[in-house]
């Protein structure tokens, strides 16, 4: 299956929070070990995240994020595509 077709969902052990005006990513429960602290959300990533409580395609998400943000579908999925590798790298996506 192509990483394109396939859903994916956030992984529970990350709470998403606002701290001093910012949206950020930490780490609860066992996960905390293998993380360094919080990451840091733009609103196209706090969006995304919101989104990834269900299982989303790329597709979905990339459509979303162009109307949200009102950028093109292509740039949309693009940046989706790579927000999603990024967090599949580290563990905090699961495929459904």
């Known amino acids: 299956m192509n ?6 969902r956030a992984k529970s052990g990350f709470i998403h929070r606002k701290v001093a ?3 950020v990513l930490i780490s609860v429960g066992s996960g905390i070990a293998n993380f360094n602290g919080y990451i ?3 609103p196209t990533a706090s ?3 919101d989104m990834l409580k269900e299982p989303r395609s790329i597709q979905e998400l990339g459509e979303a994020v162009a109307e949200e943000f009102e950028v093109s ?3 949309a999925k693009a ?3 790579e ?4 967090l ?3 563990g905090m996506v699961e495929e459904e």
């Open 3 to 8: 990483f394109s077709d396939k859903l994916f």
């Open 21 to 23: 005006n910012e949206d």
């Open 40 to 42: 840091l959300l733009n």
């Open 47 to 49: 969006f995304l995240w």
């Open 73 to 75: 579908l292509a740039e």
């Open 79 to 81: 940046d989706v595509t």
């Open 83 to 86: 927000f999603i590798h990024m």
């Open 88 to 90: 599949s790298d580290k």
